[in-house]
């Protein structure tokens, strides 16, 4: 399978705070990337994607950077909250079907 | 509210048992998903279909096989559950070959074989 890895495996900071998560791959021919949450209990939730073509993209309080050259992709949470607390995954489509592979995950803690 | 519904939350199985985890979507998706998490190596794909009656090995089938006869429902089957294969599963499904075809995930099934 894919090789997809987070350079963190948790990470704490302060509410308020931004957080950046990152995230490496290996398969330079991947062109869709996606960014999940999964909270406690619960299966992991969209936040945000983005294509190869693009180097950045943003969401509400949330920013995905792209950088194919060292097959890089981040995730950057401004003014971090409670309620961001949780396990943060990449996932590359490797651009031969539907399928993603997913990375090991982030957990992210807030202190209030 | 659109969704992916896994049945059974938790499940405690003997080793041995045969297991059934079932998935519904209520989103009309191809595509149909079954993963399984574990600490340290996130999710890994164990089975996936495409359409009615058809299904692919992911990277880790050994142990398992799955049942898609409509749409909207794609089951999991451990045919002889063993130990090491206690663990959470997830179930998602997407849209085929959208432009954008994101996964959507439903809550998860933890199984626990003893």
């Known amino acids: 399978g894919e090789s997809v890895g987070l350079h963190l495996p948790t990470l704490s900071v302060q509410e308020g705070d931004n957080s950046i998560i990152n995230c490496a791959y290996s398969?330079?021919?991947?062109?869709?990337f996606i960014w999940y949450k999964q909270e406690s209990g619960k299966g992991p939730q969209f936040i945000i994607d983005?294509?190869?073509?693009?180097d950045k993209r943003q969401g509400q309080r949330v920013t995905v950077l792209l950088n194919k050259t060292v097959k890089h992709l981040s995730l950057q949470i401004a003014a971090t909250q409670p309620g961001d607390s949780a396990v943060y995954f990449c996932?590359?489509?490797?651009?031969?079907?539907?399928?993603?592979?997913f990375g090991t995950g982030t957990s992210l803690t807030v202190i209030p | 509210d659109v969704k992916v519904t896994q049945s059974s939350r938790y499940l405690v199985k003997r080793t041995g048992e045969k297991v059934f985890l079932e998935c519904v979507q209520d989103?009309?998706?191809?595509?149909m998903f079954w993963y399984r998490q574990d600490p340290g190596l996130g999710l890994r794909l164990i089975y996936f279909?495409?359409?009615?009656?058809?299904?692919e090995k992911g990277d880790i089938p050994e142990g398992y096989s799955v049942s898609r006869e409509k749409k909207e429902r794609f089951s999991l089957i451990l045919e002889s559950a063993s130990t090491n294969q206690t663990s959470m599963y997830l179930c998602?499904?997407?849209?085929?070959?959208?432009?954008?075809?994101?996964?959507?995930f439903g809550a998860g099934s933890r199984l626990t074989v003893l």
């Open positions: 996932a590359e489509n490797p651009n031969t079907g539907n399928q993603f592979y």
């Open positions: 998602a499904s997407s849209r085929h070959n959208s432009g954008a075809n994101v996964l959507t």
């Open positions: 983005i294509r190869s073509n693009m």
């Open positions: 989103m009309d998706h191809e595509n």
């Open positions: 279909s495409y359409d009615v009656k058809m299904k």
């Open positions: 398969n330079s021919a991947s062109d869709y």
